[in-house]
């Protein structure tokens, strides 16, 4: 923790950013570092969890670090909080708290109160386009027609819970016992990972 907080000031002292400093840890080595880039790069995501991941992984060479901690100055902002999920990270020991980084102006709470929301109420119009042809993972998952694609789709947009989709999806193609084991395993599919979700950028994003 005090070398996480040694690079959050080493960052600001240098205009690298916010205040923020994190360091990936295995076996009780350090394995990467980051800090807050975010203005001396003009990239909005190179908070400091952010950059410790991409390098923890880049010396490590791989894309998960279940056998790595993480520590960071101050508790990460759901951006980086994503991020460590997505790499699998053991544990996050942090110092700082949200409501501290929120008192020096780096308030993320906007995003958290977001991310709890459905898509259509959130503060950054978030509208669904359903394209079936360039929906390439429901065709690719079952090999289905552009028109099977598209009628699957519609259903599940209509639908509010998974497993009704299924139902009218297996009703549908009853009639034809292949196609609807294919419309099946797609609206399974669709149902364990059916929408992309984006994170609304925030105004202060933190560490
Ligand atoms: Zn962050």
């Not at 990936?24 to 991941?53: L, Y």
């Amino acid at each position: 923790m005090q070398r996480a907080i040694e690079l959050a000031l080493q960052g600001l002292r240098e205009n690298s950013g916010g205040p923020f400093g994190a360091v990936i840890v295995r076996d009780d080595r350090i394995v990467a570092e980051g800090w807050n880039q975010v203005t001396s790069t003009n990239d909005p995501t190179a908070h400091a969890e952010i950059v410790a991941i991409r390098n923890a992984c880049s010396a490590l060479n791989r894309l998960n670090l279940p056998d790595c901690d993480i520590y960071t100055n101050c508790e990460p902002c759901p951006m980086c909080l994503g991020a460590i999920y997505w790499a699998r990270l053991r544990t996050i020991y942090y110092s700082s708290t949200r409501a501290d980084a929120a008192r020096i102006g780096f308030n993320d709470d906007l995003i958290y109160k977001e991310v709890a929301l459905p898509p259509e109420l959130r503060k950054i119009p978030t509208i669904r386009i359903v394209e079936p042809r360039s929906d390439f993972r429901l065709q690719r998952v079952a090999k289905l027609s552009g028109k099977e694609a598209l009628l699957i789709q519609s259903l599940l947009v209509r639908a509010d819970e998974g497993h009704r989709a299924n139902g009218n999806v297996m009703r549908i193609f009853g009639r034809n016992r292949s196609t609807m084991q294919s419309a099946k395993v797609a609206a399974d599919a669709s149902k364990n990972g059916r929408f992309d979700r984006r994170l609304p950028p925030g105004g202060n994003q933190h560490s």
